[in-house]
């Protein structure tokens, strides 16, 4: 399958679009031809990547601010996209917010801010954009962004990894019941990018729930827990370099990079250890 003519004459949707993971990827949806529509909370941010994309691969383009917590707002992005550009194939709800902390330190503040926006809002995504999706023919893509964090858990990471496995298993189910209307869903695992997500997170915190930051002391210890070698910090260009290939296979899982596997392969093996304790009684 030619990814180029399959997307040519296309539409892409990305929540998130406006700089960093979201940015890269409505840039390579672009390059294969298809029309892109950047959203984020920084709606001047999603017009500078739309405008961009335009002027330097000629694709029709659309942006406006949306706030994934907010179903209105993503309601009213649905209806501006349908407006624009016509449409969906494909959509990235790529939306997701960090908040470090060890668990017994984390308020349901931060708890209600981190997953209304990562958990809440990529349902709200997935619901308002659905029936554009449906409404069209042919190769049709959910792209949910989870975490490699999920597949490695690491300390002092208690709600945003918490988030993300919900991320995972909705879009797990959301595979399966999409699979008889040939829609695909495949969950893409980033691991650590060079990209404005801590401090983005922090000024996207809502004051109503009270302010935020990076607390030092967390990211000693998350990474003392986990140790960051030279692969897990990567552009996010080169992150999703074989996600297109992914979606042309509809495989239902996307890593990006990183060095977890043997921490992986532990946490494999002790669940592989309970199925055969559960088989042997």
Partial sequence: MNL???LAGKVAVVTGGGAGLGAALARVFAQQGAAVA???????AAERTAKTITEELGVPTSSARVD???GESLAAAAWHVQETLGGCDV???????QQFGAIDRLTDQDWEWVLNVNVLGTIRTVREFLPLIRERAGWRRI???ASSSVLTPAVRMGAYQTSKFAVTGFGETLREELAPEGIGVTLLFPGGMATGHLESSVQARPA??????VDMD??????AHRPVGEADVVTPEHAIRNLLTDLNSDEPYSVTHGSFRPFYVARRDAMDAALNRMEAS
């Fill in 218 to 223: 967390d990211l000693t210890a998350m990474l």
């Fill in 143 to 145: 792209v949910l962004t």
């Fill in 4 to 6: 180029t003519t399959e």
């Fill in 208 to 213: 109503a729930l009270g302010t935020t930051s």
């Fill in 38 to 44: 950047t959203l984020d909370i920084d709606g001047a």
């Fill in 68 to 70: 994934v917590g907010d």
């Fill in 91 to 97: 959509l990235c709800a790529n939306v997701g917010v």
